[in-house]
């Protein structure tokens, strides 16, 4: 089935853990990113990535990192986790900006960091 | 500072009526707007976009209205189902940030049976 897939889908973690959440999609999609979902706040972007070897920081990276080594692929890696990371995150993946156009969203991923 | 606002937390509607969701936004180099629905559990999904040289762009039950001058647009669901119940955010990108989207805290829409 071709889209967006996100693994785990549930993730407890202790203070101070690392843990890499993974993204995969299979539409060739060159443009990748990465959002937190947390209450009231609507959806605010981590990381993206333009395509294969090129990333960019979004409104809140601080705590995150990612890597782009292929099209498919666009880990986003924990280095130290915090409470505050505790959220519900999305990998999106869409063609470059060409008129009408939307990005598709995997499932995500609840990550709980006590 | 949020760019695009969406200030009703929640909205309920009777089943068959019109469901109005609005949002502003304070970004005048934004020129595209786009809709998503969520359900719990799932990821957002592209629901219906409009570009800033239009005023409307309709899509079966699903119509978007951008008021410019106003920085102001909204969702109209005609008629409204159950099943329209979700989570709907609304975003906007801008040409000069490339492809990156920036949401607004969203609305929850209940239609009662």
Known sequence: ?114 | DQQVKQNSPSLSVQEGRISILNCDYTNSMFDYFLWYKKYPAEGPTFLISISSIKDKNEDGRFTVFLNKSAKHLSLHIVPSQPGDSAVYFCAASALEYGNKLVFGAGTILRVKS
Request: proline fraction near 5%; include cysteine; aromatic fraction near 12%.
């Open chain 1, 1 to 114: 089935n071709a889209g967006v897939t996100q693994t785990p889908k549930f993730q407890v973690l202790k203070t101070g853990q690392s843990m890499t959440l993974q993204c995969a999609q299979d539409m060739n999609h060159e443009y990748m990113s990465w959002y937190r979902q947390d209450p009231g706040m609507g959806l605010r972007l981590i990381h993206y990535s333009v395509g294969a070897g090129i990333t960019d920081q979004g409104e809140v990276p601080n705590g995150y990192n990612v890597s782009r080594s292929t099209t498919e692929d666009f880990p986003l890696r924990l280095l130290s986790a915090a409470p505050s990371q505790t959220s519900v995150y999305f990998c999106a993946s869409s063609y470059p900006r060409q008129g009408s156009y939307g990005y598709t969203f995997g499932s995500g991923t609840r990550l709980t960091v006590v």
